[in-house]
């Protein structure tokens, strides 16, 4: 699987757009790229996931390089429920087996 | 809401017990995965199990198991508990339909405190 490189921490002002990096330079052409975030102690959410076309939905946009060796998580009017850890996820199209392992995430903060 | 289930919410126990935290996932949904989370710490892979099977693990301890039920909800169990066992515990469930790549679902754990 390939391997993600995120900034350890962020911070945005409030309803500013929030632009969350994600590097996976040796991604393979079957491998999506999965966000997914975690409010202190919640169960991680998921956010939005993308093969090589930019996907937007309610919660944040996901642009993926032509190259797709990196990759983006916006969202757009950051609040302060927004705050938490953000994780980037690469994962191939998988069989009924899989190691979906976590790195250690970028931790978002939005200052008031 | 996510939609998958798990009990209890908070567990405090002793050193050397034996405890089982049991998940429901989403309904419909076949693979159920286990992670652990110390303080301050990422969320460790431990285990997946797909429609009653094992599929997948991760750095378990040879001290924790788990099963998936005919139902398909999971029960992990952690035996001869030491203080470092201490920690969040999530399971997560998808759907893993013919397209393999739905996202994980995680519920809101289970908090274990070993004193």
């Known amino acids: 699987d390939a391997k993600t490189t995120q900034p350890p921490s962020m911070d945005c002002a409030e309803g500013r757009a929030a632009n969350l990096p994600c590097n996976h330079s040796?991604?393979?052409?079957?491998?999506?790229v999965y966000w997914y975030r975690q409010i202190h102690s919640q169960g991680p959410q998921y956010i939005i996931h993308g093969l090589k076309n930019n996907e937007t939905n309610e919660m944040a946009s996901l642009i993926i390089t032509e190259d797709r060796k990196s990759s983006t998580l916006i969202l757009p009017h950051a609040t302060l429920r927004d705050t938490a850890v953000y994780y980037c996820i690469v994962n191939p199209l998988r069989s009924s087996a899989s190691k979906i392992i976590f790195g250690s995430g970028t931790r978002l903060s939005i200052r008031p | 809401d996510s939609g998958v289930t798990q009990t209890p919410k908070h567990l405090i126990t002793a050193t050397g017990q034996r405890v089982t935290l049991r998940c429901s996932p989403r309904?419909?949904?076949?693979?159920v995965y286990w992670y652990q989370q110390s303080l301050d710490q990422g969320l460790q892979f431990l285990i997946q199990?797909?429609?009653?099977?094992?599929?997948a693990k991760g750095n378990i301890l040879e001290r924790f198991s788990a099963q998936q039920f005919p139902d398909l909800h999971s029960e992990l169990n952690l035996s001869s508990l030491e203080l470092g066992d201490s920690a969040l515990y999530f399971c997560?469930?998808?759907?893993?339909?013919?397209?393999?790549?739905?996202?994980?679902?995680f519920g809101n754990g289970t908090r274990l405190t070993v004193t």
């Open positions: 997560a469930s998808s759907s893993e339909g013919s397209s393999y790549n739905s996202p994980l679902h």
């Open positions: 040796t991604i393979s052409g079957n491998e999506y």
């Open positions: 309904s419909g949904d076949l693979s």
């Open positions: 199990y797909y429609n009653g099977e094992e599929r």
